[in-house]
Structures are given as C-alpha cells and as structure tokens.
C-alpha cells in the first residue's frame, strides 16, 4: 500500500482537522508529519467541538492508530493538556496513540527564545504562535536538539540544563528576561505523561503498515504557502509542509507516496504577518471574517480575510504534487451576490503573470474574474444533485483552471457536513 498525504494549500488553517477525521475510517493509520503546537485542528461531531494540536485528528476513532512522526515538534506541556482534555471527553489516547523515538521536544527556553526573537524584531515580526517552533527547529538543524528517546537516557537531565543554559545566553544577546524556573516543573509532569505512551521508532511501524496492506494517511500541519522552502519567506514557519515533508517526517520514501489530497477554502485566510495578494481590508473582508468566524484555532487572533487566489493554488498543487482537491467552507460564500476570483497576477516586471514572483512582498496587482454568487443555504445539502448552478460553476472554474478534480466539498464545520463528488 502507498501513504496518502493531506495538507493545506494556503495559509493554513484550511479545515484540515475536520477532513481528516471524516476520512479517517477509510485508514488504519493516521500520522502527523510535521509541526507542532502552533497548529490548530478543529473537530466537531455529536455535541463535540475540539481543537487538536499535537495529537492527529484521527484520535476519536478508537479502533484506528495515530502517530506522532519524528517530523513534528512536541511541547510536553501542550501535550498534557491535550490528553486532559481528550480524556474529559471519554477518549483514551493511550490505547491508539504512538510517538516517535524521534521526534523533538520544545523546551520551556524555546518558547522564551521565541518571544525574544519576535520582540527584537519590532514591525516585521512573523507573527509567531510562540510555540518555540522555530527555535526548535534552529536547534534540530544546528544538531543541539533534545529528542523525546534522550528522556530514558542518564544523562537526559543534564543535556537538558546545558541546552537552557544556552538559551539563556542568547536571551541576554536580544537584552530578554530568561528566567524559565516557574514554566519547569509544569514541562518536567508534561514529559512523565509523555513517558507513559508508546514511544517507537515510528518510521518501522508506518512501513511495516504498509507492508501488511494497512491504510495509511498522512496528516499535515499549516499551509503549502507557509513552508520554509516554497512559502512566503521569510513569514513561513519553519518546517516543510509539502508532500515531500511527509516522506522525512514520517520516514517513508517518495516512491510510497499515493494520493494527495490537497485541501483550501473557498477563499483565502492568513494569521499573522507577511504578504497577502488577495487581503480584502474593507467590510467585505470583515463579512468574510464574520461569517467564517475566522479567528485563530490556537491563538483567537482574527484572520486576514481574502479572495481565492488561484495563482498560489496552482503554485501549491504543482510543488505538493496534488491528486485530489477538497473545498471547504463553501457555506461562507453563500451571502455574496458575487465572488471574485485571482486568475493571474500583475507585477512591477511583467504585465501579467501566472506564476508566483520571488517575493510576494512586492506589490501586486492581483487580476480577477467575477463569478456570481449562489445566495442560498447549502449547510444541509447531502448529496451534489442539490448543489446551486453558481457553485457547480464556481467548482468547475476552479477545477478547469488547477486542472484538477474537486473530490469532496465542506458545507460546515460538523463531520456530516460533506459532500463526495464523482461516485460513480
Ligand atoms: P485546520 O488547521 O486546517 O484544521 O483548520 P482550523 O480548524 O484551524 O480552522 C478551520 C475552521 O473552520 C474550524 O473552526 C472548523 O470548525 C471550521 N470549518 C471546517 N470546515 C468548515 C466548513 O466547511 N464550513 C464552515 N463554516 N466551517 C468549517
Ligand atoms: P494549522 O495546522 C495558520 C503561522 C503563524 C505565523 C507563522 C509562523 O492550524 O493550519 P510559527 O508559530 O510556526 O513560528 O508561526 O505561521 N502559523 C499558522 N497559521 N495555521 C497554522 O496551523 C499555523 N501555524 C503557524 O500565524 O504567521
Ligand atoms: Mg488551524
């Protein structure tokens, strides 16, 4: 069998969490492969609404395996609270959920290196979640990190002090309070809740799935558009979010690689800092926010609100390698009398572009069709014979333009909020 991959196209933030979890009982396997805290997956079913962020969104499926890859970064005091709340609502995490030997902690002193960071940089801060994603990272790269299989070694302990210590020092290059001393005992219970999961070198496990025919999904975190390489650099996070993440985070080769699902809102969203072609800054980006309750999942910052851009699309179905498109939030777009949409973009050195420039920083001028609206609820619909004309043929522009197929529509937040397209 071959791992399929789904990850956002945009900016993050793109219903991820609600997709995975309704595909889930077509999988065995569910693996996050990158990122960490900072991400924000959102569930709902029954009475449920639940914000995921460590843990894969495959989690409330009980007879169904989730993996914690070697990709992604843990914070043990995130994932404490995560299990807490997991455990509140009946589930038991420790009967399916598995770590990766692999995989990094994100130290007290990251998360303090990550709010220094933002602070030294004024204006042009990233907009950090000050998770310590990024210092972790710095520090997986730079060959100082801490991995959750040096927890069960002797000298754990003093690796960790040396680690902080050095933090400390670059705290006092930024002139940054570095006392972490009332953040430590919380992070030292975080990583006994950690000790008492399965802790595996996950990289034979997901092969091993494989090998016996298992179906395997592969669960990314952010967006195509905040990846460190192929992102709006330098306001990206600092991990790839691309397909190609899923093969080094979960330490499976390319050629094991089947369908990717590549998911994105019926417009756009960004939180945080950096380019946005599309931002809508007027009441029209306010009705978007509004009826979307765009507001961040693991900050409640208010999102940035936009039209569909579909020269980034093409951009990040092309890098991702994308099989399958998935629309959500489509029940958004339902109060406007008409939608636009970015078909090309006009920039300072050529007059009309299809392709993303070097920097998305420069103005431009993006170029738009205008569709016209369904005006019609469409939370309840069940089945794409009862689509309105105005979104089959929003659907269909879309799909001619990424010359690709558009397999499941979101109508709303709820797990039964979904629509299949092309059953035969
Ligand atoms: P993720 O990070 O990609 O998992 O996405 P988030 O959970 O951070 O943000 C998506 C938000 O939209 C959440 O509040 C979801 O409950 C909600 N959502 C997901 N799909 C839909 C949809 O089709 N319609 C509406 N109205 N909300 C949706
Ligand atoms: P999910 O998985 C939306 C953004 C932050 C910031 C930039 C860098 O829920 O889609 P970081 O904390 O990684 O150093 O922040 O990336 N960002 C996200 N935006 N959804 C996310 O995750 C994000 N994770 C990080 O807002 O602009
Ligand atoms: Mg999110």
Redesign the pocket.
Same mark, same amino acid.
């Given at each position: 069998m071959k791992v399929d991959v789904l990850l =956002?196209l945009q900016w993050?933030?793109?219903?991820?969490?609600?997709?995975v979890d309704v595909l889930t009982p077509r999988y065995d396997l569910i693996a996050r492969f990158q990122g960490g805290p900072n991400?924000?997956?959102?569930?709902?079913f029954n009475e449920i609404?639940h $914000?995921l962020h460590t843990i894969p969104?495959g989690i409330f499926h009980p007879d169904k395996l989730n993996v914690i890859g070697n990709g992604v970064v843990i914070d043990p005091v995130i994932f404490k609270k995560e299990i807490e709340s997991l455990e509140r609502l009946g589930v038991d995490p420790r009967k399916n959920l598995v770590l990766s030997k692999k995989a990094h902690l994100i130290l007290p002193s990251h998360r303090m290196l990550d709010a220094a960071s933002e602070h030294s940089k004024g204006k042009a801060k990233i907009g950090s979640t000050l998770k310590g994603i990024g210092p972790t990272y710095m520090d997986k790269t730079g060959r100082n990190g801490i991995r959750i299989g040096d927890i069960f070694q002797a000298s754990f302990e003093e690796k960790y002090r040396a680690l902080v210590e050095k933090h400390q020092q670059l705290a006092a290059l930024y002139d940054y309070p570095s006392d972490i001393s009332d953040q430590e005992k919380e992070w030292f219970a975080g990583l006994e809740v950690i000790k008492s999961f399965r802790i595996e070198a996950t990289e034979y496990l997901v092969n091993e799935a494989l090998r016996k025919e298992e179906r395997v999904l592969a669960e990314g975190?952010q967006g195509t558009l905040l990846d460190i390489d192929f992102g709006s650099y330098p306001f990206v996070t600092s991990s790839n979010t691309v397909t190609a993440g899923a093969c080094t985070g979960l330490g499976i080769a390319p050629n094991k690689i089947g369908k990717v699902y590549g998911?994105f809102k019926a417009y756009c969203t960004r939180v945080g800092s950096g380019p946005f072609p599309t931002e809508l800054e007027d009441s029209t980006g306010d009705l978007l926010r509004k009826q =979307?309750?765009e507001f961040?999942?693991?900050t409640g910052r208010p999102r940035r609100t936009g039209w569909l851009d579909l020269v980034s699309l093409k951009y990040s179905c092309m890098i991702n390698g994308v099989t399958d498109l998935i629309l959500?939030?489509?029940? $958004?777009l339902s109060d406007f009398d008409s939608i636009m949409v970015a078909v090309a973009y006009r920039t300072s050195e050529a007059e009309t572009s299809l392709e993303l420039p070097y920097s998305l920083e420069e103005t431009i001028d993006p170029q738009y069709i205008e569709l016209p609206g369904w005006k019609a609820d469409i939370t309840q619909i069940t089945s794409e014979n009862e689509f309105p004309e105005e979104l089959n043929a929003y659907l269909n522009f879309i799909e001619e333009y990424l010359e690709l197929p558009i397999t499941l529509v979101? $109508?709303?937040?709820n797990r039964s909020?979904i629509i299949e397209r092309y059953i035969d």
């Open positions: =956002g993050g933030d793109e219903g991820k969490g609600k997709v991400a924000g997956h959102s569930l709902e609404k $914000v969104s975190a998911i =979307g309750n961040g999942s693991t959500t939030k489509a029940d $958004v979101s $109508v709303g937040p909020q």
